[in-house]
Nanobody
Framework: QVTLVQSGGGLVQAGGSLSLSCAAS????????MGWFRQAPEKERELVAA????????YYKDSVKGRFTVSTHNAKNMVYLQMNSLKPEDTAVYYC?????????????????WGQGTQVTVSS
């Protein structure tokens, strides 16, 4: 069993930066793939970044490549999402998620554990 608790997010102007953190408890992240999803109003939840903790292999949605960075802190069992050059279209509720195994699966149904979600709002 894994519990994910998110922090960070908030309101920023376009071009600004925000960071999200996700603290995991219950199991070490070494056997998990961690993902950051987002869901904008009236849109489906989508994977924006993921990382296989054991290898460091990452995935990014095309629209965030070069702007977002996903990382982990092994000793603290933490996952981070650094978001730079934010755009109004990045506005959404962001979720940290974990799935057992070592596959960068974009299907949200394959993720077993979810954080509580945090709002990111980018003003134009």
């Amino acid at each position: 069993q894994v519990t994910l608790v998110q922090s960070g997010g908030g309101l920023v102007q376009a071009g600004g930066s925000l960071s999200l953190s996700c603290a995991a408890s219950g199991s070490p992240l070494s056997s998990f793939t961690m993902g950051w999803f987002r869901q904008a109003p009236e849109k489906e939840r989508e994977l924006v970044a993921a990382i296989i903790r054991s290898s460091g292999i990452t995935y990014y949605k095309d629209s965030v490549k070069g702007r977002f960075t996903v990382s982990t802190h092994n000793a603290k069992n933490m996952v981070y999402l650094q978001m730079n050059s934010l755009k109004p279209e990045d506005t959404a509720v962001y979720y940290c998620a974990a799935r057992s195994g070592f596959s960068l699966n974009t299907d949200l149904t394959s993720y077993n554990y979810w954080g509580q979600g945090t709002q990111v709002t980018v003003s134009s």
